[in-house]
């Protein structure tokens, strides 16, 4: 299956845009015009907006796309057992097309439930990346850097590191964007994680790393380097506006003081740090009062396990009431904004479709029972699933129309596959 | 719209129960054959039931349907302010139309995510009632019972409880059930709290009440009464093995003990509690540890804001796993049971399709890509969202079949009017 073929230009005519039906048209992946006036031209693509409602893509701001393939096969244990026991000796046995129909497979749910753009750390990312680009996503895509303070092996995932780099960028679409993805600072050398500070500056690559996920990372890196880990990163010379950071449940008010300032963003996830019971919840009022740059992440698919931003979305507002005490906390509009990738401009930067903007859309049903009354941003968070996107558009590639991605069945029956080489298909849930 | 015609047999085909592809025959709203060897037979309506899976049909434990109608209106405010300034004052205005046409596209929402029976508590109960009727769903309803204390209105208020008691049993369907419905104990008075446990008992209803949502409320028992809540209950003859106690957030060991003796029936409701920030969470383990009866509401759609029910079965479990820091907490196969209404005898009091019993299941689509990989349970619980559904059955009526429920957009379109009528309706969401 290649890629979709883009229609040169796309019109949207007479979708619902803040409450008043426009035209939307694209040309070379960039929304053109968009307006009460705009109406289809000879030659267009028109797709008739009439019932439904025009909103920015979603950016999944950290996953493990191709733990598909692991989902449902080891829940409801603890982080240890769960990956000493059941996802390492999985892992292990991994080859570049499990990653890559494993990630096919979480690109359907992801265009399904309106994600455009996800950034991912697995192994073979020349996999993944080749599975977002065949599926028509924006991917940033790297491969987790795990030295364990081994010299040699730091050399080695080093090396690894950058022939994946080289091998996503010899990919040559600017849909698909390479990263370096050290794993944490609790697997990943001093050494090495200074490297990947200097090739993230000279390469200008994003820069993903879990942080203080759980307070025994604090703990550890307080007893190891006398600091915080924010502290820690920002020594190393990793704290800056190249860097994700993943979780940061255990952040401090010192550490938001130092994220804010460098301008580093946090992609929290919530739903897999309360299903591996991290402790504890992200400190998001700290953190909007500090205006740290954020992002919202589903996590691995193994430990979340769904790709359904929107379903995360309403997790986070809902976590956040009730971890503040206060219903108050978290509005649908902050919590709407920080699911489209606007609050940090490494995800997207802005929350609203304009000309001149890349035309990366979702077309909601509006006229569903659940988006049919009150407000739609509420509606999105809080009504919603992500079943309610009609239409995913991704660079003016029309990804999803009527609630059908293309391929689906045939992407579905080679994740079983290759599950099944994997030893981790249930056979109980298949069909003889 | 009438209420669905039931064909007089149904016959599911090639459908996956427990792994293995069976037959499943309808007759006068029963099952009546399952098996291998089971096929259709002249003059059965056949459901091809290949990539499809077989499952009980969804208890939703407790909800306002009709509260769909301010979905969106007033999100992100306290408790009070939500209730006092915004929902109080609109009540004040309803009509049983407002109600019908609320609860008709409630019950869209619950028939295309799979619950086939619903406990509600709202004004016009009879207008729930038909509307539920008209659905084609089971029903158990009562109107809230409000008398703060005054006698005059005590007197008012227990006649019109008897008069839509009457009402409810004049459709005289066995999906409709009436029901007692006093409020909380914090607004019934301890005189008529007493009387509706005399009639519930006489004539054999289900008693709904709201109890311990908030640590006030036990505050406040204690200072009035000298005992907490469920103890209180338990004095005025209200603990019993008809009464399903929704919330029971800030309930003691002491109370459980009193709980599980009794045999009442606890509805949890792990969205709205985290939306309106109640404090806490339900007391699982400890529950659990009882064997007290146990079933999972969202509320009403007003407070949370969705009617899927597995979207808040995930909730509930990954709310279980932070609160009490343990991965393996609420794990899926019984969080499942949870919401199939299995864990009381009021709700469903089982969890598996057998000859004999009635036919309310669902058929979901097993080649989904959320519910492709691993565990069906587990898929449903932490992968899927309701939207996975493809066929919605009640007492052998085909209520939805391919996603489809039908007269959707007339349900969407008057309950848009009704919400126009209330001052409810935002106005930038409506087309032109």
Same mark, same amino acid.
């Given at each position: ?18 409450? %008043? ?8 992946? %960039? ?43 080891a829940?409801?244990l603890?982080?240890?057992e769960w990956l000493e026991q059941h996802i390492w000796p999985?892992?292990?046995?991994? %080859? ?51 030295? $364990? ?17 080289? $091998? ?24 090495? @994680? ?22 025994? %990372?604090?703990?550890?890196? $307080? ?34 003081? /130092? ?13 897999? *740090? ?21 992002? @919202? ?14 379903? +995360? ?32 401009? /490494?995800?997207?930067?802005? *929350? ?37 996107? +009609? ?42």
């Amino acid at each position: 299956m290649s890629p979709p073929v883009a229609a040169a230009t796309l019109c949207v005519d007479g979708v619902l845009l803040d409450g %008043e039906p426009v035209g939307l048209r694209t040309a070379a992946g %960039e929304i053109v015009e968009l307006g009460q006036d705009v109406a289809p031209r000879a030659g267009d693509r028109v797709i008739d907006g009439r019932g439904l409602g025009a909103v920015p893509g979603l950016v999944n701001a950290h996953t493990h796309a191709a733990m598909t393939l692991f989902r449902g096969y080891a829940d409801d244990l603890p982080l240890t057992e769960w990956l000493e026991q059941h996802i390492w000796p999985a892992e292990a046995r991994l %080859e570049a097309d499990d990653v890559y129909w494993g990630t096919r497979l979480a690109c359907v749910e992801m265009i399904r439930t309106g994600t455009t753009r996800f950034l991912d750390m697995y192994w073979h990312p020349e996999a993944t990346a080749r599975a977002a680009l065949d599926a028509g996503l924006r991917g940033v895509i790297g491969t987790p850097l795990i030295d $364990l303070g081994d010299p040699e092996r730091a050399g080695r995932v080093r090396a690894a590191a950058l022939e994946s780099t080289a $091998l996503v960028e010899d990919l040559a679409n600017e849909r698909i964007e390479p990263s370096l993805t050290p794993h944490a600072i609790y697997t990943v050398s001093e050494q090495s @994680l200074r490297w990947v500070a200097e090739q993230s500056a000279a390469r200008d690559l994003i820069v993903q790393i879990h942080l203080s996920e759980t307070a025994r %990372e604090v703990d550890d890196c $307080l007893a190891t380097h006398g600091v915080r880990p924010a502290q820690y990163l920002d020594r190393v010379g990793l704290l800056g506006e190249r860097t994700v950071l993943a979780h940061c449940v255990h952040v401090d008010d010192s550490e938001l003081d /130092l994220i804010a300032e460098r301008g580093a963003t946090i992609a929290t996830n919530p739903a897999a *740090n309360m299903k591996l019971a991290v402790g504890g919840a992200f400190p998001y009022a700290a953190a909007r009062a500090r205006n740290v740059r954020l992002g @919202l992440g589903t996590d691995g698919p193994g430990s979340n396990n769904s790709l359904d931003l929107l379903a +995360d979305a309403k997790l986070f507002a809902l976590l956040q009431k009730h971890a503040s005490a206060d219903a108050a906390a978290a509005p649908a509009h902050e919590v709407w904004r920080l699911a489209t990738g606007a609050r940090s401009p /490494l995800l997207a930067g802005r *929350n609203m479709l304009a000309a001149g903007t890349p035309a990366d859309f979702l077309l909601v049903r509006t006229d569903s029972p659940e988006l049919s009354l009150g407000d739609l941003e509420a509606g999105l968070i809080y009504a919603a699933s992500g079943s309610v996107v +009609d239409t995913t558009v991704v660079a003016g590639q029309v990804l999803m129309s009527g609630g059908i991605v293309e391929g689906e069945a045939e992407i579905v029956a080679m994740a079983r596959e290759r599950a099944a080489r994997l030893g981790v298909a249930r056979s109980t849930r298949r069909a003889p």
